[in-house]
């Protein structure tokens, strides 16, 4: 099997934790940069881009965040595969041309996601699964041309626009991270322990078919080398 090279933008602040998950998730050669210090890559030499979540929102005047979605847009013209998760997939959304704001209530913990089917993103994924969730913003608007691949009742969950994929859910997520983002979080103390006790094994087992979204992302990137091989192969016979 070919391992693709990766380029990890990884924007959580407190990164090591973000690190490990996708590291874990990912099979390929991963580049990674902390783009939150203003480090990104300096080449476009990859074959495709995953960006991690962020406290952050994507429309804050933080000096990091222009110059990350120029380099985005750049790669994204120079046809570079992308895979966003929850802060990434709003990047994503952002930079071509969709909407993205505070959806007015949080989702957090376990949900319940729908998928349309229709993108091999999805492949071995059931219709309706279970992921770990924790986000305020959403992609209200998706950039034109984009298509809608998964939901549910507090926001799009998935888009595709071109080699651009989008994920608002956290495929990468253990309960290690999951019970450390409650402790966090400015929450209710009871709705905290609520969901606390919910950070259980069989939860958890029930999310790990969505962590397939990486799989099904490095095997398109692959799927995208073998194309570009054999048509330089074509090319040259002629």
């Not at 279970?130 to 809608?148: F, I, K, M, N």
């Not at 994929?165 to 991270?177: I, K």
Request: glycine share 8%; proline share 4%; with cysteine.
């Amino acid at each position: 099997m070919t391992q693709v090279r990766l380029a990890l933008l990884n924007a959580a602040y407190d990164g090591e934790e973000t690190r490990r998950n996708f590291r874990r998730e990912l099979d390929a050669s991963l580049a990674e940069f902390d783009i939150t210090d203003g480090d990104l890559p300096e080449t476009f030499a990859y074959d495709g881009v995953v960006i991690t979540g962020s406290r952050a929102s994507v429309y804050w005047d933080e000096p990091w965040i222009e110059p990350a979605k120029e380099w985005v847009a750049e790669a994204i013209d120079r046809d570079i595969p992308f895979l966003g998760v929850c802060w990434g997939h709003q990047l994503l959304a952002d930079v071509l041309g969709g909407a993205v704001d505070d959806m007015g209530e949080y989702e957090v913990g376990y949900s319940e996601i729908e998928h349309t089917g229709d993108s091999s993103l999805f492949d071995g994924i059931d219709s309706r699964f279970t992921a770990y969730t924790s986000h305020s913003d959403a992609v209200l608007e998706l950039p034109p041309g984009a298509t809608p691949i998964a939901e549910n009742e507090y926001s799009n969950h998935g888009y595709r626009a071109g080699r651009v994929f989008g994920v608002q859910f956290h495929p990468e997520f253990d309960q290690a991270t999951m019970r450390k983002l409650l402790h966090n979080k400015e929450l209710e103390d009871e709705t905290r322990e609520r969901l606390l006790a919910d950070v259980t094994d069989e939860n958890h087992a029930k999310t790990r078919p969505a962590s397939l979204v990486f799989e099904n992302f490095t095997e398109y990137v692959r799927e995208l080398q073998r194309n570009a091989v054999a048509d330089g192969a074509r090319d040259v016979s002629v």
